[in-house]
Each structure stands twice: as structure tokens, then as C-alpha cells.
């Protein structure tokens, strides 16, 4: 039984894992108190951590299956529950919509997971490609909308954007397209990426209301723009390899 001791299993992968869990659970209290920003910035640092976890644990050579069940639990927490409880309390769906979408993401965000696990142990490598839409995604999505719905005003517009977008990304989840792995991104997309990051981290600190909106406006749309490139990238190979 020594060997199934949590002080066994952990690893420094798994103590970022375990950042990732602490990220997107201060992202449901915030979500839940009425705080929808920091809910948003919270998946944000839970994406960022789960980026990580994976670095750590070939860096360190301690991969295992406990961590890698830990990775997908901090997974479902951060980037579908958080979002999908998110997407309900900043109304960026109007109930009752709301709420059989929150289920949807959640659902197939389980189910994504539940494979990706089973996936890896027959053998699977994710960096070569995601089958299905990756969840944290999703979590980024999410987050970047709100900002977007909030910087420029909810409309109907909006609502029925919202709910396209994150409804095909849920169903996109469980599909069987390879989309392209985020492990080695090009500098440029790094770049791009981290300094957006930056910016909805830490815009809630600029004074003029004007210029925060402008900046966090474009640094979502960068980072959204950056995840459709790979999604485009991954349907439009699932088309041509058909032909």
C-alpha cells in the first residue's frame, strides 16, 4: 500500500495540475459571488498552468497515470465546469438557453476526457494531435467571449454568437477530427498568445475604461483568432482526408 500514498504520487507535474484545480475553482467561487471577470481571468491562469503541467513532467521525467488522470479531473473543473457555470451567471446566454448549454459543454467535455485518458493508455500520443477539440480550449474560448460580450455591449447578436460558437466547440469535443497539437507553437504565436494572456490578466488595472476595453477587445479576438486558425486547420483536414 506504500506505493498509494498521495505523498507517493505527487510529482512536481502534479503539484501544477493541482494549480490548475485551485485556478478553476477560484474561478466557480467568482462565478458564484458575482464576480464574472475574475472568473474569466482565473481559466485563464488555469490555462496557462495546464500548459505546463505536461513541460514539467517530461522535464522532470516523471510522467505517470496518476498524473495523468489528475491532469483530465483539474481539466473538467476549470475548462467546463467554470466556463459552463461562467456562461450562466455573466448571461452571456440568455436562460434557458444557458442552461442546457452549460450541461452540453460540460457532457461532452467529461466524455472528451474520459477517451483522451483511455486514448493514452492504448498508446496515444497527444503530441502528434488532438482528437477532438481540446478542452482547455474551449475553457479559452469561453473566457474570451465574455470579455468581448462585456468590452462591446451585449446584444441578441451576441447571445446567438455565444451560443453557435460554444455549442459547435462542445460538439467539436467529442467529434473524431484531428486537430493540429499546441506543444511546439512558432515563436510568433507565443508571442502573440502570451502578451494577450497579459493584457486579460492584468487590464483590470489600467484607469481609462476606454483603453481597457480597446486592449482587452483586441487581445481577445488575437486569441481567439489563434484557436480557429488550429480549428479551421483541423476540420479542413478532416475534409480533405475524405477525398
Known amino acids: 500500500m506504500e506505493r498509494w500514498k498521495i505523498s507517493e504520487l505527487i510529482t512536481p507535474a502534479c503539484v501544477v495540475s493541482l494549480t490548475n484545480v485551485v485556478f478553476g475553482a477560484f474561478s466557480l467561487l467568482a462565478s458564484i459571488a458575482g464576480f464574472p471577470g475574475a472568473a474569466a481571468r482565473f481559466i485563464i491562469l488555469s490555462f496557462i498552468a495546464d500548459s505546463l503541467d505536461g513541460f514539467v513532467a517530461r522535464r522532470t521525467g516523471k510522467e505517470s497515470e496518476f498524473g ?12 467546463t465546469v467554470a466556463p459552463a457555470v461562467l456562461v450562466v451567471t455573466a448571461g452571456l446566454v440568455p436562460a434557458p438557453m444557458c442552461y442546457l448549454l452549460a450541461v452540453l459543454m460540460v457532457c461532452c467535455g467529461a466524455l ?16 502528434e494531435y488532438y482528437l477532438g477539440l481540446p478542452v482547455p ?9 465574455y470579455f468581448l460580450t462585456v468590452d462591446l455591449g451585449p446584444s441578441y447578436l451576441w447571445y446567438v454568437l455565444n451560443t453557435m460558437i460554444l455549442g459547435i466547440s462542445a460538439l467539436l469535443m467529442i467529434s473524431s477530427i484531428k486537430f493540429p497539437s499546441l506543444k511546439r507553437p512558432h515563436p510568433a504565436i507565443l508571442a502573440a498568445g502570451g502578451l494577450s494572456f497579459l493584457v486579460l490578466l492584468f487590464s483590470f488595472l489600467i484607469p481609462p475604461d476606454e483603453i481597457k476595453r480597446e486592449l482587452e477587445v483586441v487581445a481577445s479576438v488575437t ?18 482526408g475524405r477525398r
Open 68 to 79: 495523468m488522470n489528475l491532469d483530465s479531473l483539474a481539466d473538467l473543473v476549470s475548462f
Open 112 to 127: 472528451r476526457l474520459a477517451r483522451f485518458n483511455a486514448m493514452c493508455v492504448d498508446g496515444y500520443d497527444p503530441g
Open 137 to 145: 480550449w474551449v475553457g479559452m474560448i469561453a473566457s474570451c467571449l
Open 223 to 240: 486569441i481567439t483568432a489563434l484557436l480557429s486558425w488550429y480549428m479551421v486547420r483541423g476540420v479542413s483536414g478532416c475534409f480533405r
